[in-house]
């Protein structure tokens, strides 16, 4: 009976088992003797040079040539890591913004500004993003627009005589806050969402948004 052959490239096996910890290697030896014990006959290991005019080992190289570049999980779909996380990813913002709707709908309250991604959670849980800056960019800081809205006050106007003292007046027009914002180095994006996402300019914002609070605590006699 022919005596069955694994050719496998030497380097990249010596490269994973050598990273990996004492009970990994004990582990991975393992499985490597479980696969071969089902081989009926005897079984010999060697070492075979790269590219030596074997077409199996040819067609490893060629193979994981190709799952290096496209990072393939499939050789059948030929679906990349990237394509799967960016679909979970995808699919998780899409429930969770399903459940924020319905959970919104049952508050009670008006929402101006709307932006909720799994990172954002993971920020806020880690503190990186404060309370103030989370109800700034969803809308919940209490302006005198959001209270209007709300049925709380009787007028939207701001205390500087603005029409309407909402979140973006506040935030880049309001005379009563140019000193908090002339903090914000190249100030205050146009998008609100970026207050959350800009990893440079992160700890300005949040100062930003802790002033505006504090302020807007202070008008309704909170402080």
């Not at 000193?179 to 146009?190: D, E």
Request: glycine share 6%; with cysteine; net charge positive.
């Amino acid at each position: 009976m022919a005596c069955p052959y694994l050719r496998i490239p030497k380097a990249p096996v010596l490269k994973i088992l050598s990273s990996r910890a004492s009970t990994a290697r004990w582990d991975k030896a393992r499985q490597i003797y479980l696969s071969l014990s089902e081989i009926p006959g005897r079984v010999s290991l060697r070492w075979v040079p790269g590219h030596s005019s074997i077409s199996a080992n040819e067609r490893a190289d060629e193979l994981a040539a190709k799952g290096a570049s496209m990072r393939e999980v499939s050789a059948e779909t030929e679906i990349s890591v990237r394509t799967l996380r960016r679909y979970c990813g995808e699919a998780g913002r899409l429930s969770l913004r399903k459940w924020w709707s319905d959970k919104r709908a049952s508050l009670g309250t008006s929402v101006n500004d709307f932006f909720y991604c799994a990172s954002h959670a993971r920020l806020w849980i880690r503190g990186e993003v404060t309370a103030a800056s989370s109800a700034v960019v969803f809308g919940r800081a209490p302006t005198p627009a959001h209270l209007y809205r709300c049925g709380v006050v009787n007028s939207p106007e701001c205390d500087c005589g603005a029409p309407v003292g909402n979140t973006r007046h506040y935030l880049f027009s309001c005379p009563l806050l140019q000193q908090a914002r002339s903090r914000v180095k190249g100030g205050v994006p146009n998008h609100l969402y970026k207050l959350i996402v800009d990893l440079k300019r992160r700890k300005s914002f949040n100062q930003l948004c802790s002033a505006l609070m504090r302020y807007l605590d202070a008008r309704r006699g909170l402080l």
